[in-house]
Nanobody
């Protein structure tokens, strides 16, 4: 069973920082691309950031300059460093990856980790 497990969420005050981690396991093949998404209450899930196997990164405009996505291939883990957090960053954060188990490729999501930014 392919697994993506997020960790690192929590509650912080505005201006604070958190580092999310997403660790992949039990897959046959993974090209090491990873996408971070988030969903706030009452809103649709939205793209936050992505990292490709060659290290290229992409961010939604609202987090540029504040969030940084990195990868540690040896640990099968992708990190999302979130600085200067704002109340509008409050959401459930999910990682997503395209991986194979056996010969079947599918998209997989983690269970999500809650980020709450409030004073």
């Amino acid at each position: 069973q392919v697994s993506l497990v997020e960790s690192g969420g929590g509650s912080v005050q505005p201006g604070g920082s958190l580092r999310l981690a997403c660790t992949a396991s039990s897959y046959t093949h993974w090209n090491k691309d990873m996408i971070w998404e988030r969903q706030a209450p009452g809103k649709e899930r939205e793209f936050v950031s992505a990292i490709a196997s060659d290290g290229r990164t992409n961010y939604t405009d609202s987090v540029k300059g504040r969030f940084t996505v990195t990868q540690d291939n040896a640990k099968h883990t992708v990190y999302l460093q979130m600085n200067s957090l704002k109340p509008e960053d409050t959401a459930m954060y999910y990682c997503k990856a395209h991986m194979s188990l056996g010969g079947l490729w599918s998209w997989y999501w983690g269970q999500g980790t809650q980020v709450t930014v409030s004073s």
